[in-house]
Protein backbone atom coordinates (compact mmCIF):
# COMPACT_ATOMS: atom_id res chain seq x y z
CA UNK A 1 0.00 0.00 0.00
CA UNK A 2 2.75 2.10 0.88
CA UNK A 3 4.69 2.01 -2.63
CA UNK A 4 1.26 2.66 -4.21
CA UNK A 5 0.89 5.79 -2.38
CA UNK A 6 4.70 7.05 -2.96
CA UNK A 7 3.97 5.71 -6.99
CA UNK A 8 0.25 8.23 -7.14
CA UNK A 9 2.91 11.03 -5.59
CA UNK A 10 5.39 10.32 -7.92
CA UNK A 11 2.97 10.43 -10.96
CA UNK A 12 1.36 13.71 -9.66
CA UNK A 13 4.91 15.40 -9.16
CA UNK A 14 5.49 14.52 -12.85
CA UNK A 15 2.07 15.42 -14.63
CA UNK A 16 2.17 18.69 -12.71
CA UNK A 17 5.19 19.65 -13.94
CA UNK A 18 4.48 18.60 -17.55
CA UNK A 19 1.44 20.40 -17.23
CA UNK A 20 3.30 23.87 -15.41
CA UNK A 21 4.35 25.78 -17.98
CA UNK A 22 0.79 25.47 -20.23
CA UNK A 23 -0.94 26.40 -17.40
CA UNK A 24 0.65 29.16 -16.78
CA UNK A 25 0.13 30.20 -20.51
CA UNK A 26 -3.57 29.23 -20.49
CA UNK A 27 -4.75 31.17 -16.80
CA UNK A 28 -2.59 34.60 -17.95
CA UNK A 29 -4.05 34.17 -21.50
CA UNK A 30 -7.62 33.74 -19.76
CA UNK A 31 -6.91 36.24 -17.08
CA UNK A 32 -6.04 38.72 -20.21
CA UNK A 33 -9.14 37.93 -22.12
CA UNK A 34 -12.02 40.12 -20.02
CA UNK A 35 -9.39 42.79 -20.89
CA UNK A 36 -9.68 42.32 -24.59
CA UNK A 37 -12.99 41.42 -25.34
CA UNK A 38 -14.54 43.55 -22.77
CA UNK A 39 -12.97 46.02 -20.56
CA UNK A 40 -9.99 47.27 -23.00
CA UNK A 41 -12.17 46.62 -26.14
CA UNK A 42 -11.95 49.95 -28.31
CA UNK A 43 -15.04 51.60 -29.20
CA UNK A 44 -16.45 52.28 -32.52
CA UNK A 45 -19.11 55.41 -33.50
CA UNK A 46 -21.06 53.05 -35.44
CA UNK A 47 -21.14 49.09 -36.27
CA UNK A 48 -23.47 48.77 -38.76
CA UNK A 49 -23.82 50.92 -42.07
CA UNK A 50 -27.40 52.28 -42.89
CA UNK A 51 -27.18 52.44 -47.10
CA UNK A 52 -29.67 55.07 -48.42
CA UNK A 53 -32.76 53.54 -50.26
CA UNK A 54 -32.61 53.09 -53.95
CA UNK A 55 -34.84 56.46 -54.06
CA UNK A 56 -32.19 57.81 -53.22
CA UNK A 57 -29.15 56.64 -54.83
CA UNK A 58 -31.41 57.48 -58.33
CA UNK A 59 -29.52 55.29 -60.87
CA UNK A 60 -30.70 56.45 -64.55
CA UNK A 61 -29.48 53.11 -66.29
CA UNK A 62 -30.26 50.04 -65.58
CA UNK A 63 -27.75 46.99 -64.89
CA UNK A 64 -28.29 45.75 -68.29
CA UNK A 65 -27.01 49.16 -69.73
CA UNK A 66 -23.98 49.22 -68.16
CA UNK A 67 -22.89 45.75 -68.47
CA UNK A 68 -23.85 45.98 -72.51
CA UNK A 69 -22.03 49.40 -72.94
CA UNK A 70 -18.87 48.05 -71.02
CA UNK A 71 -19.53 44.69 -72.97
CA UNK A 72 -19.37 42.52 -70.06
CA UNK A 73 -21.24 39.02 -71.28
CA UNK A 74 -21.17 37.12 -68.48
CA UNK A 75 -20.97 38.14 -64.43
CA UNK A 76 -21.13 36.62 -61.11
CA UNK A 77 -23.20 39.09 -59.18
CA UNK A 78 -23.50 42.99 -59.32
CA UNK A 79 -24.89 45.34 -56.69
CA UNK A 80 -25.59 49.63 -56.33
CA UNK A 81 -24.23 51.83 -54.02
CA UNK A 82 -23.79 55.50 -53.26
CA UNK A 83 -20.07 57.30 -53.28
CA UNK A 84 -19.20 60.38 -53.22
CA UNK A 85 -22.55 61.78 -54.15
CA UNK A 86 -22.27 59.23 -57.71
CA UNK A 87 -24.98 55.86 -58.03
CA UNK A 88 -22.32 52.99 -58.84
CA UNK A 89 -22.79 49.78 -59.94
CA UNK A 90 -20.44 46.99 -58.02
CA UNK A 91 -20.01 44.32 -60.43
CA UNK A 92 -18.08 41.09 -59.44
CA UNK A 93 -16.70 39.84 -62.75
CA UNK A 94 -15.92 36.24 -63.70
CA UNK A 95 -12.64 36.80 -62.27
CA UNK A 96 -14.60 37.76 -58.81
CA UNK A 97 -12.78 40.91 -58.80
CA UNK A 98 -15.05 43.74 -58.41
CA UNK A 99 -14.98 46.83 -60.17
CA UNK A 100 -17.77 50.05 -60.14
CA UNK A 101 -19.47 51.93 -62.79
CA UNK A 102 -21.34 54.31 -63.31
CA UNK A 103 -25.23 54.09 -62.56
CA UNK A 104 -25.57 57.41 -64.72
CA UNK A 105 -23.12 57.31 -67.71
CA UNK A 106 -22.00 53.36 -67.34
CA UNK A 107 -18.31 54.82 -67.57
CA UNK A 108 -15.82 52.64 -65.36
CA UNK A 109 -14.84 54.47 -61.92
CA UNK A 110 -11.62 53.55 -61.18
CA UNK A 111 -10.22 52.41 -57.95
CA UNK A 112 -13.78 51.99 -56.71
CA UNK A 113 -13.68 48.90 -54.06
CA UNK A 114 -10.98 50.85 -52.67
CA UNK A 115 -12.55 54.32 -52.54
CA UNK A 116 -15.81 52.42 -51.30
CA UNK A 117 -13.89 50.39 -48.17
CA UNK A 118 -11.84 54.17 -47.01
CA UNK A 119 -15.45 55.80 -47.13
CA UNK A 120 -16.98 52.92 -44.96
CA UNK A 121 -14.19 52.69 -42.67
CA UNK A 122 -14.63 56.79 -42.15
CA UNK A 123 -18.25 56.26 -42.37
CA UNK A 124 -17.70 53.32 -38.54
CA UNK A 125 -15.26 55.59 -37.39
CA UNK A 126 -17.08 58.92 -37.93
CA UNK A 127 -13.25 60.42 -38.42
CA UNK A 128 -12.89 62.54 -42.04
CA UNK A 129 -9.92 63.82 -40.55
CA UNK A 130 -6.93 61.43 -40.10
CA UNK A 131 -4.60 60.66 -42.54
CA UNK A 132 -5.03 56.64 -44.28
CA UNK A 133 -1.55 55.19 -43.82
CA UNK A 134 -2.53 51.81 -45.66
CA UNK A 135 -4.93 50.05 -47.81
CA UNK A 136 -4.72 46.70 -48.11
CA UNK A 137 -7.06 43.81 -49.34
CA UNK A 138 -6.90 40.74 -47.63
CA UNK A 139 -7.79 37.16 -48.68
CA UNK A 140 -6.42 35.16 -45.81
CA UNK A 141 -6.69 35.12 -41.86
CA UNK A 142 -3.89 36.50 -39.61
CA UNK A 143 -2.78 37.58 -36.19
CA UNK A 144 -4.93 40.88 -36.18
CA UNK A 145 -7.57 39.59 -38.82
CA UNK A 146 -8.93 35.90 -36.92
CA UNK A 147 -11.06 33.48 -38.64
CA UNK A 148 -13.65 34.46 -35.92
CA UNK A 149 -13.85 37.06 -37.72
CA UNK A 150 -15.46 35.27 -40.85
CA UNK A 151 -16.05 37.37 -43.72
CA UNK A 152 -12.96 37.34 -46.42
CA UNK A 153 -12.28 38.99 -48.53
CA UNK A 154 -11.86 42.06 -46.54
CA UNK A 155 -10.00 45.71 -47.17
CA UNK A 156 -7.64 46.56 -43.82
CA UNK A 157 -7.89 50.57 -43.81
CA UNK A 158 -5.44 51.56 -41.35
CA UNK A 159 -5.16 55.09 -40.21
CA UNK A 160 -2.40 57.07 -38.81
CA UNK A 161 -3.77 57.71 -35.83
CA UNK A 162 -2.13 57.64 -31.95
CA UNK A 163 -4.49 54.49 -31.58
CA UNK A 164 -3.36 52.61 -34.37
CA UNK A 165 -6.76 52.07 -35.59
CA UNK A 166 -6.96 49.41 -38.01
CA UNK A 167 -10.84 49.26 -39.71
CA UNK A 168 -11.56 45.96 -41.78
CA UNK A 169 -14.20 46.06 -44.53
CA UNK A 170 -16.52 43.57 -46.81
CA UNK A 171 -17.02 46.08 -49.48
CA UNK A 172 -19.84 43.99 -51.54
CA UNK A 173 -22.11 43.94 -48.53
CA UNK A 174 -21.28 47.61 -47.01
CA UNK A 175 -20.43 45.88 -43.58
CA UNK A 176 -17.18 45.96 -41.23
CA UNK A 177 -15.50 42.79 -40.03
CA UNK A 178 -13.96 44.02 -37.11
CA UNK A 179 -11.60 47.10 -35.92
CA UNK A 180 -8.70 47.03 -34.01
CA UNK A 181 -6.13 49.35 -32.16
CA UNK A 182 -3.06 48.80 -30.53
CA UNK A 183 -3.90 47.60 -27.73
CA UNK A 184 -6.13 45.35 -29.08
CA UNK A 185 -3.58 43.72 -31.91
CA UNK A 186 -1.14 43.47 -28.76
CA UNK A 187 -3.56 41.35 -26.88
CA UNK A 188 -4.66 39.21 -29.91
CA UNK A 189 -1.51 38.50 -30.59
CA UNK A 190 -0.27 37.49 -26.83
CA UNK A 191 -3.41 35.18 -26.91
CA UNK A 192 -3.55 33.59 -29.95
CA UNK A 193 0.51 32.60 -29.02
CA UNK A 194 -0.38 31.45 -25.32
CA UNK A 195 -4.15 30.47 -25.33
CA UNK A 196 -4.80 28.76 -29.13
CA UNK A 197 -1.24 27.80 -29.49
CA UNK A 198 -1.21 28.64 -32.92
CA UNK A 199 2.24 28.59 -33.65
CA UNK A 200 1.95 24.87 -33.35
CA UNK A 201 -0.24 25.39 -36.70
CA UNK A 202 2.16 26.91 -38.30
CA UNK A 203 4.61 24.26 -37.59
CA UNK A 204 2.53 20.96 -38.32
CA UNK A 205 -0.93 22.20 -39.47
CA UNK A 206 -4.03 22.79 -37.76
CA UNK A 207 -4.24 19.36 -36.72
CA UNK A 208 -0.98 19.02 -35.09
CA UNK A 209 -1.88 21.73 -32.74
CA UNK A 210 -5.29 20.13 -31.67
CA UNK A 211 -3.43 16.71 -31.11
CA UNK A 212 -0.71 18.40 -29.04
CA UNK A 213 -3.49 20.62 -26.44
CA UNK A 214 -5.45 17.52 -25.98
CA UNK A 215 -2.54 15.87 -24.97
CA UNK A 216 -1.99 18.78 -22.48
CA UNK A 217 -5.40 19.19 -21.55
CA UNK A 218 -5.56 15.47 -20.45
CA UNK A 219 -2.29 15.77 -18.46
CA UNK A 220 -3.35 18.83 -16.69
CA UNK A 221 -6.40 16.51 -15.89
CA UNK A 222 -4.38 13.31 -14.55
CA UNK A 223 -2.50 15.64 -12.73
CA UNK A 224 -5.90 17.01 -11.03
CA UNK A 225 -7.12 13.44 -10.51
CA UNK A 226 -3.73 12.31 -9.11
CA UNK A 227 -4.21 15.03 -6.57
CA UNK A 228 -7.25 14.46 -5.11
CA UNK A 229 -6.45 10.49 -5.29
CA UNK A 230 -3.67 11.77 -2.99
CA UNK A 231 -5.54 13.78 -0.61
CA UNK A 232 -7.84 11.30 -0.08
CA UNK A 233 -5.01 8.32 0.45
CA UNK A 234 -3.02 10.12 2.96
CA UNK A 235 -5.69 12.26 4.73
CA UNK A 236 -4.98 11.15 7.84
CA UNK A 237 -1.46 11.29 7.63
CA UNK A 238 -1.90 14.65 6.62
CA UNK A 239 -4.20 15.64 9.51
CA UNK A 240 -2.49 13.57 11.88
CA UNK A 241 1.16 15.59 11.16
CA UNK A 242 -0.67 18.94 11.65
CA UNK A 243 -1.69 17.68 15.08
CA UNK A 244 1.65 16.43 16.14
CA UNK A 245 3.16 19.47 14.87
CA UNK A 246 0.83 21.86 17.07
CA UNK A 247 0.97 19.98 20.30
CA UNK A 248 4.70 20.01 19.83
CA UNK A 249 4.90 23.43 19.00
CA UNK A 250 6.96 23.22 15.90
CA UNK A 251 7.36 25.80 13.19
CA UNK A 252 5.02 24.74 10.23
CA UNK A 253 7.80 24.58 7.85
CA UNK A 254 5.70 22.93 5.49
CA UNK A 255 2.86 25.26 4.81
CA UNK A 256 3.81 25.46 0.84
CA UNK A 257 2.34 21.81 0.90
CA UNK A 258 -0.24 22.69 2.75
CA UNK A 259 -1.35 25.30 0.88
CA UNK A 260 -0.86 23.57 -2.18
CA UNK A 261 -3.26 20.77 -0.98
CA UNK A 262 -6.17 22.92 0.47
CA UNK A 263 -6.64 25.54 -2.49
CA UNK A 264 -5.94 22.65 -5.11
CA UNK A 265 -8.85 21.03 -3.01
CA UNK A 266 -11.19 24.45 -3.19
CA UNK A 267 -10.13 24.83 -7.24
CA UNK A 268 -10.62 21.59 -8.23
CA UNK A 269 -13.82 21.72 -9.67
CA UNK A 270 -12.78 24.89 -11.59
CA UNK A 271 -9.75 22.71 -12.88
CA UNK A 272 -12.66 20.33 -13.39
CA UNK A 273 -14.65 22.18 -15.37
CA UNK A 274 -12.01 24.16 -17.80
CA UNK A 275 -10.29 20.79 -18.58
CA UNK A 276 -13.42 18.85 -19.24
CA UNK A 277 -15.02 21.61 -21.36
CA UNK A 278 -11.29 22.31 -23.18
CA UNK A 279 -11.25 18.48 -23.63
CA UNK A 280 -14.41 17.96 -25.22
CA UNK A 281 -14.07 21.66 -27.77
CA UNK A 282 -10.61 20.73 -29.05
CA UNK A 283 -11.87 16.48 -29.59
CA UNK A 284 -15.71 18.24 -31.63
CA UNK A 285 -12.99 20.62 -33.84
CA UNK A 286 -10.88 17.08 -34.35
CA UNK A 287 -13.99 15.59 -34.86
CA UNK A 288 -14.85 18.50 -37.48
CA UNK A 289 -11.85 18.56 -39.66
CA UNK A 290 -12.74 18.24 -43.38
CA UNK A 291 -11.37 19.53 -46.62
CA UNK A 292 -12.33 23.57 -46.90
CA UNK A 293 -16.26 23.34 -48.35
CA UNK A 294 -16.57 23.93 -51.97
CA UNK A 295 -18.32 27.82 -52.30
CA UNK A 296 -21.12 27.79 -54.55
CA UNK A 297 -20.41 29.52 -57.75
CA UNK A 298 -22.88 31.33 -60.16
CA UNK A 299 -22.06 33.05 -63.69
CA UNK A 300 -24.79 34.92 -64.94
CA UNK A 301 -25.68 35.69 -68.64
CA UNK A 302 -25.91 39.62 -69.49
CA UNK A 303 -28.22 38.45 -72.40
CA UNK A 304 -30.75 37.13 -69.66
CA UNK A 305 -31.90 39.98 -67.90
CA UNK A 306 -34.97 41.06 -70.06
CA UNK A 307 -36.68 42.79 -66.87
CA UNK A 308 -34.69 45.92 -65.72
CA UNK A 309 -33.36 46.05 -62.36
CA UNK A 310 -34.97 49.71 -62.21
CA UNK A 311 -38.18 48.58 -62.93
CA UNK A 312 -39.12 46.01 -60.09
CA UNK A 313 -42.50 45.67 -58.68
CA UNK A 314 -41.27 47.17 -55.45
CA UNK A 315 -41.05 50.90 -54.49
CA UNK A 316 -38.00 52.33 -54.65
CA UNK A 317 -38.13 53.94 -51.37
CA UNK A 318 -38.26 50.34 -49.30
CA UNK A 319 -35.50 48.55 -51.94
CA UNK A 320 -31.57 48.85 -49.77
CA UNK A 321 -29.96 45.69 -51.61
CA UNK A 322 -29.86 44.53 -54.91
CA UNK A 323 -28.27 41.59 -56.34
CA UNK A 324 -28.73 38.43 -58.68
CA UNK A 325 -28.62 34.68 -57.95
CA UNK A 326 -29.15 31.62 -60.17
CA UNK A 327 -30.42 28.47 -58.73
CA UNK A 328 -32.72 25.36 -60.42
CA UNK A 329 -32.66 26.91 -63.86
CA UNK A 330 -33.83 30.30 -62.79
CA UNK A 331 -31.78 33.71 -62.25
CA UNK A 332 -33.63 36.37 -59.74
CA UNK A 333 -32.72 39.89 -58.65
CA UNK A 334 -32.28 39.31 -54.77
CA UNK A 335 -33.91 42.28 -53.58
CA UNK A 336 -33.31 43.59 -49.64
CA UNK A 337 -35.51 45.84 -48.11
CA UNK A 338 -35.95 48.15 -45.25
CA UNK A 339 -38.17 45.66 -43.55
CA UNK A 340 -35.22 42.89 -43.61
CA UNK A 341 -37.54 40.62 -46.06
CA UNK A 342 -35.77 39.29 -49.23
CA UNK A 343 -37.67 38.98 -52.04
CA UNK A 344 -36.75 37.11 -55.95
CA UNK A 345 -37.71 38.51 -58.85
CA UNK A 346 -37.11 36.79 -61.95
CA UNK A 347 -35.08 38.39 -64.72
CA UNK A 348 -37.22 37.05 -67.30
CA UNK A 349 -40.87 38.23 -66.60
CA UNK A 350 -40.14 40.50 -63.98
CA UNK A 351 -42.31 37.75 -61.97
CA UNK A 352 -42.31 37.20 -57.95
CA UNK A 353 -41.27 34.14 -56.87
CA UNK A 354 -43.21 32.65 -53.40
CA UNK A 355 -40.96 32.20 -50.46
CA UNK A 356 -38.03 32.55 -52.52
CA UNK A 357 -35.21 33.33 -50.07
CA UNK A 358 -36.75 29.83 -48.03
CA UNK A 359 -36.47 28.06 -51.27
CA UNK A 360 -32.74 29.63 -52.14
CA UNK A 361 -31.66 28.30 -48.46
CA UNK A 362 -33.07 25.20 -49.29
CA UNK A 363 -30.75 24.96 -52.20
CA UNK A 364 -27.50 26.19 -50.61
CA UNK A 365 -27.79 24.00 -48.00
CA UNK A 366 -28.34 21.03 -49.97
CA UNK A 367 -25.69 21.95 -52.40
CA UNK A 368 -23.07 22.32 -49.18
CA UNK A 369 -24.60 19.04 -47.63
CA UNK A 370 -25.03 16.76 -50.40
CA UNK A 371 -21.65 16.18 -51.54
CA UNK A 372 -19.51 14.68 -49.03
CA UNK A 373 -19.84 10.85 -48.04
CA UNK A 374 -22.18 9.37 -45.47
CA UNK A 375 -24.87 11.96 -45.54
CA UNK A 376 -28.24 10.73 -46.66
CA UNK A 377 -30.34 12.56 -49.09
CA UNK A 378 -33.68 14.44 -47.30
CA UNK A 379 -36.72 13.99 -49.46
CA UNK A 380 -39.57 16.60 -49.00
CA UNK A 381 -39.53 20.18 -48.08
CA UNK A 382 -37.62 21.38 -45.10
CA UNK A 383 -38.58 23.91 -42.76
CA UNK A 384 -36.79 26.90 -42.60
CA UNK A 385 -36.59 30.11 -40.70
CA UNK A 386 -35.29 33.72 -41.01
CA UNK A 387 -33.04 34.53 -37.62
CA UNK A 388 -32.30 38.27 -37.75
CA UNK A 389 -30.92 38.16 -33.76
CA UNK A 390 -27.90 35.92 -32.67
CA UNK A 391 -28.82 33.35 -30.11
CA UNK A 392 -27.66 30.84 -28.05
CA UNK A 393 -27.16 27.94 -30.71
CA UNK A 394 -26.44 30.88 -33.81
CA UNK A 395 -23.84 33.24 -31.70
CA UNK A 396 -22.26 36.78 -32.59
CA UNK A 397 -18.91 34.97 -33.25
CA UNK A 398 -20.56 33.69 -36.44
CA UNK A 399 -21.00 37.47 -38.03
CA UNK A 400 -23.38 37.00 -40.77
CA UNK A 401 -27.50 38.50 -40.24
CA UNK A 402 -29.98 37.60 -41.53
CA UNK A 403 -29.30 33.96 -42.26
CA UNK A 404 -31.80 31.07 -42.81
CA UNK A 405 -32.03 27.93 -40.82
CA UNK A 406 -32.50 25.50 -42.52
CA UNK A 407 -33.76 22.22 -40.53
CA UNK A 408 -32.99 18.41 -41.07
CA UNK A 409 -34.10 15.72 -39.51
CA UNK A 410 -31.95 14.69 -35.73
CA UNK A 411 -31.45 18.01 -35.07
CA UNK A 412 -29.17 18.93 -37.65
CA UNK A 413 -29.07 22.68 -38.62
CA UNK A 414 -27.76 24.56 -41.52
CA UNK A 415 -27.60 28.82 -41.02
CA UNK A 416 -26.92 29.99 -44.58
CA UNK A 417 -26.80 33.27 -45.74
CA UNK A 418 -28.65 33.91 -48.83
CA UNK A 419 -27.30 37.22 -49.57
CA UNK A 420 -23.76 35.97 -50.22
CA UNK A 421 -24.83 32.55 -50.97
CA UNK A 422 -22.52 31.18 -48.02
CA UNK A 423 -22.59 28.45 -45.48
CA UNK A 424 -22.72 30.43 -41.68
CA UNK A 425 -22.74 28.00 -39.42
CA UNK A 426 -23.59 23.87 -39.48
CA UNK A 427 -24.95 22.92 -36.28
CA UNK A 428 -25.62 19.35 -35.44
CA UNK A 429 -25.94 17.60 -32.21
CA UNK A 430 -22.45 17.19 -31.02
CA UNK A 431 -21.62 20.81 -32.26
CA UNK A 432 -24.86 21.85 -29.89
CA UNK A 433 -23.52 19.78 -27.00
CA UNK A 434 -20.35 21.49 -27.14
CA UNK A 435 -21.16 24.88 -27.61
CA UNK A 436 -23.56 24.82 -24.17
CA UNK A 437 -20.38 22.75 -22.09
CA UNK A 438 -17.53 25.53 -23.57
CA UNK A 439 -19.79 28.50 -22.90
CA UNK A 440 -21.34 27.30 -19.32
CA UNK A 441 -18.59 25.43 -18.04
CA UNK A 442 -15.27 27.40 -19.67
CA UNK A 443 -16.86 30.83 -20.70
CA UNK A 444 -19.06 31.25 -17.24
CA UNK A 445 -21.94 32.06 -19.24
CA UNK A 446 -23.48 30.78 -16.43
CA UNK A 447 -22.96 34.10 -14.38
CA UNK A 448 -24.13 36.12 -17.28
CA UNK A 449 -27.61 37.14 -15.10
CA UNK A 450 -25.51 39.40 -12.86
CA UNK A 451 -23.85 40.78 -15.68
CA UNK A 452 -20.82 40.90 -18.45
CA UNK A 453 -18.66 42.39 -15.85
CA UNK A 454 -19.57 40.06 -12.82
CA UNK A 455 -19.09 37.08 -14.76
CA UNK A 456 -15.56 38.13 -16.10
CA UNK A 457 -14.28 38.66 -12.78
CA UNK A 458 -15.95 35.34 -11.44
CA UNK A 459 -13.86 33.38 -14.59
CA UNK A 460 -10.71 35.58 -13.59
CA UNK A 461 -11.12 34.28 -9.57
CA UNK A 462 -11.29 30.77 -11.22
CA UNK A 463 -8.37 30.75 -13.42
CA UNK A 464 -5.81 32.74 -10.97
CA UNK A 465 -7.32 30.47 -8.16
CA UNK A 466 -5.82 27.32 -11.09
CA UNK A 467 -2.64 29.17 -11.46
CA UNK A 468 -1.95 29.75 -7.78
CA UNK A 469 -2.51 26.36 -7.14
CA UNK A 470 0.00 25.44 -9.98
CA UNK A 471 2.49 27.84 -8.36
CA UNK A 472 2.21 26.40 -5.21
CA UNK A 473 2.51 22.86 -6.43
CA UNK A 474 5.83 23.79 -7.99
CA UNK A 475 7.02 25.35 -4.90
CA UNK A 476 6.85 22.45 -3.11
CA UNK A 477 8.38 20.41 -5.68
CA UNK A 478 11.62 22.90 -5.45
CA UNK A 479 11.45 23.02 -1.60
CA UNK A 480 11.36 19.13 -1.62
CA UNK A 481 14.69 19.03 -3.51
Same mark, same amino acid.
Given at each position: MATAKQNFYKWHRILGLVALVPVICWTLSGLSHPFMSNWFRPSIAREVYKPLPQSGIKPTLS???? !??? =????? &??? &????????????? $??GKDSTVNYYSAGTGDIYKGGDEAYAKYLARYFLQDTVSKIKGVTLQKTFDSHYQPINHLLPVWQVSFDRADGMDVY?????????? %? =?? =????????? &??????? /?? !?? /?????? %??????? $? $? $???? &????LSGLTIYGLFWKKFKTAQQNRKQAGRDDTRFVHRFHRQLGLIVSFVMFTFTISAAFHIIVKLHNIAPEAKAYEQLISTADLAASNLQLPLADSSIVKTGIVKFEGSTYYQVSTNKKDIRYINVADGKELTDGDADYARYLAGFYRAPRPGIKQVKGRLATTQIRQFDNEYGFINKRLPVQKVEYPGGENWYVETTTSQLAEKVTGIDRAEGFSFIFLHKYFGMSWAGKNIRDVVSMLAALGVLVVSLFGFAAFIKNK
Open positions: IKQV !LDK =NHIAR &FRN &FGLIALEGQALYQ $VMIETTQSRMGT %F =NN =NTRKAMLMF &FEQLHTW /DF !LA /DLGGDQ %FRLVVLL $V $V $VSIM &FLSL
